[in-house]
């Protein structure tokens, strides 16, 4: 009967053990899943602050790349307005030294046309109405405020080329001229700024200009074939020659 009896209670311990066996392995899965359900949603909160980790650092690194891309941009419109500033100034600078050179070199110009406009008066008396009126026209531009100031001087500078290519040329035309209220029809015969000479186209007068008298002179009828002879050579009608030709002597 004891032996029963104990056999019984060990069958009631071992069942009771064997149910708290049960009991905590339950109870250890159950924690283990909460366990494992808690790890997953840290990593997964990891994860998630990985990745907005990760897009931070990519924001800070493209806030970052734009600085200094903007710094760079900023460095160089400042360089740019710099050099702007520069290149103003020196053009204010180049018009501030232009303005001063007109002032002074206008009256010299003025004066330098004043000055041909006497000399081609003053000058043997060829192709003197065409040349008193460029020199009148010459000063015309020279007043002119549309014109500038280099293209003033070009043409004060031509206008002094055609006088000065006058003094080493030598030329023959026909135009007419009055002499004693006579109008001739003539042949002027031009050597430089030496001598200047005409012979009537019939070749009956010929006479050259007297500076120091400032009037035309009828020479002797031995030199009209030497002035037929040169209007010829000047003319390019024949070969060039030796002639005699009167000449005022200098003063």
Request: no cysteine.
């Amino acid at each position: 009967m004891k032996k029963q009896l104990m056999m019984l209670w060990l069958l009631l311990v071992g069942w009771e053990s064997a149910s708290l066996s049960a009991a905590t392995v339950d109870d250890s899965l159950k924690v283990v899943s909460k366990t494992n359900q808690s790890a997953i949603a840290s990593q997964q909160r990891i994860d998630s602050m990985a990745l907005q980790t990760q897009k931070m650092l990519e924001e800070y690194q493209n806030i970052t790349l734009n600085t200094e891309y903007q710094n760079t941009y900023n460095y160089e419109l400042k360089q740019l307005k710099e050099d702007q500033e520069a290149e103003l100034e020196s053009l204010q600078k180049q018009i501030d030294e232009i303005n001063v050179t007109q002032l002074r070199i206008m009256p010299l110009m003025n004066s330098m046309a004043d000055s041909l406009e006497k000399f081609v008066v003053l000058d043997l008396p060829f192709h003197q109405e065409q040349r008193v009126n460029g020199v009148i026209q010459l000063k015309q531009h020279l007043r002119n405020p549309s014109l500038s100031l280099p293209d003033k001087y070009r043409l004060l500078l031509e206008a002094y080329q055609i006088e000065n290519d006058y003094g080493r040329s030598v030329e023959t035309y026909r135009d007419s001229l009055d002499v004693e209220g006579e109008s001739l029809s003539v042949e002027f015969l031009r050597i430089g700024r030496v001598a200047l000479y005409y012979r009537t186209l019939d070749g009956a007068t010929s006479a050259y200009w007297n500076m120091a008298s400032r009037e035309w002179e009828v020479l002797p009828a031995a030199f009209g074939r030497n002035i037929s002879d040169a209007i010829r050579v000047a003319g390019n009608q024949v070969a060039p020659q030796l002639l005699q030709l009167p000449m005022v002597k200098p003063e």
